[in-house]
Nanobody, 122 residues
Framework: QVQLVESGGGLVQTGGSLRLSCAASGRTFSPYAVGWFRQAPGKEREFVVAINWGGGTTSVANSVKGRFTISRDNRKNTVDLQMNSLKPEDTAVYYC???????????????WGQGTQVTVSS
């Protein structure tokens, strides 16, 4: 069983940056891929970005390409999401999830965190 805890959310102005972190406990991230998803009020959960165990494969949603970057430190059991040039439409609860492979489909991930709120003011 992998427990995931997100941190780093908050309120930021348009154009600002935030760095989210996903930490694993219970067991390590090995050999899981980790993805970030988000859900805005009244909308379905959507894929944001994901990275494989070795860090050599990533997948990024078009809506955040060039602005968001995912990275991981397997020694520290953390996966970070650097979010730059934030827009009001990035406002959502952000979730990290662990699964067997990089995927844009939430159903393929086995473990989920509780989420962290990101609010971008205009």
């Amino acid at each position: 069983q992998v427990q995931l805890v997100e941190s780093g959310g908050g309120l930021v102005q348009t154009g600002g940056s935030l760095r989210l972190s996903c930490a694993a406990s219970g067991r390590t991230f090995s050999p899981y891929a980790v993805g970030w998803f988000r859900q805005a009020p009244g909308k379905e959960r959507e894929f944001v970005v994901a990275i494989n165990w070795g860090g050599g494969t990533t997948s990024v949603a078009n809506s955040v390409k060039g602005r968001f970057t995912i990275s991981r430190d397997n020694r520290k059991n953390t996966v970070d999401l650097q979010m730059n040039s934030l827009k009001p439409e990035d406002t959502a609860v952000y979730y990290c999830a662990a699964g067997k492979a990089v995927s844009t489909l939430g159903a393929t991930y086995d473990y989920w965190g509780q989420g962290t709120q990101v609010t971008v003011s205009s």
